[in-house]
């Protein structure tokens, strides 16, 4: 989800104005490529008209308005770095990115972004190819899937100092040990997540079901029913 919808009026004596498009959220302004605002106008709400008086409001808007497409563009800024997958951390107003081994900088690091300048301003060793990443919504911890040791890695924000790790486990032959597919921590519960867990050697990958964690404690019941693939957690 990019964001949610908003819909702000103004009216003059002869009609209303309503403005309609996306604020985006979590994405900040430094990363907004193209914008597109529809504005329904209503006929002859021209001119800076003001309320009527005496407690009347003003007419209804008519029934067919007449649409106007505004669009305008903003200059994006192009960061060269590689990386697997991007969280935006809105409390401390940076990205954080996941580098894999093969980038030509950083590799294997979780990199810190900041959007207003489009620089890495630190870096964090993370372990064999950082993958899918999750942030607790109050934005105290960051998860990473580490592929490379079949495991996350927890770590405290803002500094990213390393916490806690635990591994993902392994199915047996042909699926052996598992990766993240996908990872998302609990609203409101900073230290649970939950992971889809995945295995290279096989095809559809994420055979190894749904596990819930406690730090870094496994819950006892997996989700992970024949025919139950989750490749995406929201």
């Not at 107003?93 to 620089?119: E, H, K």
Request: with cysteine.
């Amino acid at each position: 989800m990019l964001g949610n919808p908003w819909e702000v009026g103004a009216r003059s004596k002869s009609g209303k104005v309503l403005a309609h498009g996306w604020r985006p959220a979590p994405v900040p302004p430094a990363l907004l490529l193209m914008g597109l605002i529809l504005l329904y106008i209503s006929a002859g709400c021209g001119g800076g008209g003001s309320a009527s008086s005496g407690g009347t409001p003003p007419p209804p808007p008519p029934s067919n308005p007449v649409p106007a497409i505004v669009s305008f563009n903003i200059q994006p800024t192009v960061v060269n770095q590689l990386a697997n997958d991007m969280v935006w951390d809105s409390t401390h107003q940076v990205i954080y990115l996941s580098v894999p081994s093969l980038a030509p900088s950083n590799g294997n690091t979780i990199a810190i972004l900041n959007p207003a300048t489009g620089s890495i301003q630190s870096t964090q060793f993370a372990g064999s190819e950082p993958d899918v990443l999750a942030l607790s919504d109050d934005n105290q911890f960051l998860y990473a899937g580490v592929d490379g040791s079949s495991s996350v890695h927890r770590f405290t924000l803002p500094n990213l100092l390393p916490d806690i790790k635990y591994s993902l486990g392994a199915g047996s032959y042909p699926e052996g040990p598992y990766f993240g597919v996908d990872l998302q921590v609990a609203p409101g519960k900073p230290r649970t997540t939950a992971v889809s867990r995945g295995a290279f050697n096989v095809n559809p990958v994420a055979l190894g079901g749904m596990a819930i964690f406690d730090d870094a404690t496994m819950r006892s019941t997996v989700a992970n029913s024949p025919g139950d693939l989750f490749y995406s957690l929201q």
